[in-house]
């Protein structure tokens, strides 16, 4: 009696290749019928540093390509093709985590923003149409330290006293609970002089990038002068240590270019939770 081939040369039989980037492969069951089925991360780069991540089932002697699942409105012919999900490394913060419910595993995929994640559980041999959703909100607590140290060259300065309040009051201008990017620009933060470089020099900060996330602009008062500030983040990327990654950016309101950033320490608290059924979104890299 002939011997059943292992997932290694399932895995070979099923002449799996990547056209371009880096890949590598993971064997798990995820269905829970005892057989290694597959997940391949094809690591892509570009200027969102992106990841893919397919997933094969294992079938007899090769693996296959996920099948349409329920609520799925996908095309066969064009989804085959297709990844389970992707991972933005540079202009989002997306996560995933292999998690085991009733037997099975799914990807508990999340894509978090200012105030809030969003997790999606998805089936992952399967071509998802609606999942189940978990959403997380937070509400933070912003602070600006006084002691600032400088990421690139290590320098530490203490603000002085004015700046500090300056700032403080900053922040007291922006949402604790979501980010509202520029806002309605419906009139200048601060005044426009007749000689200004025009409304739009003092009605933002100005344009932003897609690294970051713009959780609001506001004026920044200092020793009766009126400076334009922004607050930044990054996705609402977070840890325990060190509370939420942001920075409070400042400069003169006729002047489009140059600036200053301080560090922003925010801590946040959670203030409620809702599930759902639908679509995944992750608009900054799906």
């Known amino acids: 009696m002939s011997r059943k081939p292992g997932a290694i040369q399932a895995l070979t039989a099923s002449e799996i290749t990547g056209e371009y980037g ?13 057989l290694r089925d597959l997940v391949v991360d094809t690591y892509t780069g570009g200027t969102g540093l992106f990841e893919y991540i397919e997933t094969f089932r294992r079938s007899g002697d090769v693996f296959v390509k996920r099948v349409a699942g329920p609520g799925s409105e996908t095309s066969s ?3 085959s093709e297709s990844f389970l999900f992707s991972l933005n490394g ?3 913060n ?12 799914y990807a508990a995929y999340q894509n978090s923003y200012y105030g809030v994640d969003h997790v999606y559980l998805l089936n992952p041999l399967k071509l ?3 999942v189940p959703t978990i959403s997380v909100n937070y509400r933070y607590e912003l602070s600006v330290p006084k002691t600032q140290k400088d990421e690139e060259t290590g320098v530490v300065t203490t603000l002085d006293a004015a700046l500090h309040t300056a700032l403080t009051q900053a922040l007291s201008e922006v949402s604790k609970t979501e980010a509202k990017d520029v806002g309605d620009q419906s009139r200048p933060l601060c005044p426009i002089p007749p ?16 690294t970051f996330e713009i959780v609001g602009d506001m004026p920044i008062t200092l020793g009766g002068d009126c400076y334009i500030g922004r607050l930044m983040d990054w996705f609402g990327g977070y840890n325990a240590k ?19 950033g301080y560090q922003v320490n925010g801590r946040r608290s959670m203030t409620g ?14």
């Not at 880096?22 to 005892?34: A, C, K, P």
């Not at 995933?96 to 099975?104: A, E, I, L, P, Y």
């Not at 470089?197 to 897609?210: F, K, L, P, Q, V």
């Open 22 to 34: 880096n890949r590598s492969y993971t064997l798990m069951d995820l269905d829970g019928d005892g």
């Open 77 to 79: 012919e064009t989804d």
């Open 90 to 92: 540079r202009g989002a």
């Open 94 to 105: 997306q996560t995933v985590t292999w998690v085991k419910v009733r037997g099975r595993i």
């Open 128 to 130: 998802n149409g609606d």
């Open 195 to 210: 000689t200004g470089e025009g409304d739009g020099a003092y009605s933002s900060y100005g344009t932003g990038h897609y």
């Open 242 to 260: 060190d509370g939420l990654y942001a920075q409070l950016l400042m400069r003169k309101p006729e002047s489009v270019d140059g600036g200053r």
């Open 273 to 286: 939770v809702t599930t759902a059924v639908g679509k995944v979104e992750g608009d900054n890299g799906m």
